[in-house]
């Protein structure tokens, strides 16, 4: 099965991607991980990325594309994949069906996890990054550090990211309505869309997600 995750911003795909690839067994495409990836390993597309990071503009689609078609041509994503980053615009969204097609396939359904804008500030906004360990997260409300200060884990101070502002997560749900709601709508329109509630505790999400996949697969 070949999957997107689509949803606006602080819905949780990132999350809800993790839980999804070990149950249904295929792994997960992270577009800014394998941008990182490529950067890292200095690929023809990561180095031409970095160059148009360093000037400041915007990446443009056929870069990113080029990244994926060949993360898809490797053999663990044969039988499968979640794909969390792309599309974010109908226009991606075509050149992701070309590049599917080129291998003889095609994406099967976009699952859409849901909420409200005021929740995705509340979840945004309140998220905390450990200094000594970014992958270490934590929140004000849902997840509180020891103490509100010190990372459960390795004990390290607590900040929140520049990018997670109330006025930068409204502007982001801002960008979310203008560009990648009308792609959802364009799954929908193909009968490829399954909406899922994202509130609730991980657990309960990944359970809705599970059981609305199996629905739709029959």
Known sequence: MRIILLGPPGAGKGTQGM????????????????????ISQGTSSGLLAKQIMDRGDLIPDGVFMDMLRHR??????SDGFLLDGLPRTVEQSQMLD?????????IDIALHLDISRDEAVRRISGRRICKKDSSHVAHVLYAPPQGYDACRVCGGGFVARADDSRHVVKN?????????????????????????SGYGSVDEVTERAVDALAAFFG
């Open 72 to 77: 898809l041509s490797r053999e663990d994503v």
């Open 98 to 106: 070309s590049l599917v097609d080129e291998r003889g396939h095609k």
């Open 172 to 196: 982001r749900w801002a960008v979310w309505e203008a560009y990648t709601e009308p792609t959802a709508a364009l799954y929908g329109a193909r009968g490829q869309l399954v909406k899922v």
């Open 19 to 38: 839980y999804l690839k070990r149950i249904l067994g295929v792994p997960k495409v992270q577009i800014g991980d394998l941008m990182r990836e490529n």
